[in-house]
């Protein structure tokens, strides 16, 4: 999954596969060596497809329960703009 936005209470992404909207994930955010992981639930999805590209996925995803660590690092992500999500199920 590629992120393509990441604020404090959640994120975009783009992916090949989509969620069902409402369903409960845990994902990796990782930027450079260093990463959290965070529980989103998926709150809208769309599809997208350029002439000749195969279908995409755009997700908004609202983080759940935080904790201080995971804020901050979110934070710092935020500052650093290059942040990857891989999706571990739920």
Known sequence: M???DLAPQGMLV???TPLAVGSVHEFELIDGGISTRVRAT???LSS???PGAVQRFLMGLE???LDIRSSAEIARMIDTHSVRAFHRGA
């Open 2 to 4: 590629r992120v393509r």
């Open 14 to 16: 783009e992916s090949p």
């Open 42 to 44: 998926v709150r809208h």
């Open 48 to 50: 997208t497809r350029q």
């Open 63 to 65: 983080f759940q329960n």
